[in-house]
């Protein structure tokens, strides 16, 4: 867990910086649709679902 505060992880700003930019190239390279039918969601603080979430990833075409 990367806490805050002034003792807590000096590459905590870096770690998610570097996440946040993994998630924008793997969302700009690849389009990421779920399977078909419902899957069951449950909500806690937020909502999110109670099994993982099977997809399929296929690669973006990109004009030349």
Known sequence: MLADGPRG???HRFAMLE???AL???VRDFEFTAQPGDFPVTTDIVL???AP????????AFPH
């Open 24 to 26: 924008a190239l793997l």
């Open 53 to 60: 979430v099977l997809c399929h990833r296929t690669t973006r």
């Open 48 to 50: 999110h679902s109670v």
């Open 9 to 11: 992880c000096i590459g």
């Open 19 to 21: 996440a946040c930019l």
